[in-house]
């Protein structure tokens, strides 16, 4: 198993069999997929599962997470997922986010992602924003609930 960058349009082909088939491939390119960096995991020569991570400052975002249907459940998403957190915060990023598919939710919890709220529906899918944040929690910092943060 080897995880390296990847072409964007080799990001693409992956996002459109595994998460819109239905639709044309135009629809699952992103407008700033130029900036992004993409993430693919491989078996061989065989490409598995996709990541787009998209930093800016101290912000990341992940979007068009694909693993090949064959092959989900068996920890390759997992592999791919945990070393683009990695990456990230080595970056000095300090919150990252995604769009999860509602029902992908627990999954991503798995990593430290929470719920933050706000939800959506596009394509005829739900999604909820899910968020984790690197680093130490700051003294006297309020989280979004409202309650005090400690360093406990």
Request: hydrophobic content about 40%; proline content about 3%; charged content about 30%.
């Amino acid at each position: 198993m080897d995880i390296r960058f990847i072409p964007k349009e080799q990001a693409w082909q992956l996002r459109h069999e595994v998460m819109w088939p239905e639709r044309e491939l135009d629809f699952v390119k992103l407008a700033d997929d130029d900036a992004g960096e993409h993430y693919g995991l491989f078996e061989g020569e065989r490409l598995i599962s996709a990541v787009s991570l998209f930093i800016e400052g101290d912000e990341a975002q992940f979007r068009k997470f694909a693993t090949l249907e064959s092959e989900q459940g068996k920890g390759y998403g997992s592999r791919l997922l945990q070393h683009v957190l990695e990456a990230a915060e080595q970056r000095g990023v300090r919150r990252i986010f995604c769009n999860a598919r509602s029902n992908k939710a627990p999954f991503y919890q798995k990593f430290g992602l929470a719920a933050t709220g706000q939800s959506f529906t596009k394509g005829g899918k739900d999604y909820i924003i899910m968020e984790r944040f690197f680093g130490p929690a700051e003294a006297g910092a309020v989280d979004r609930n409202g309650a005090e943060q400690t360093n406990d």
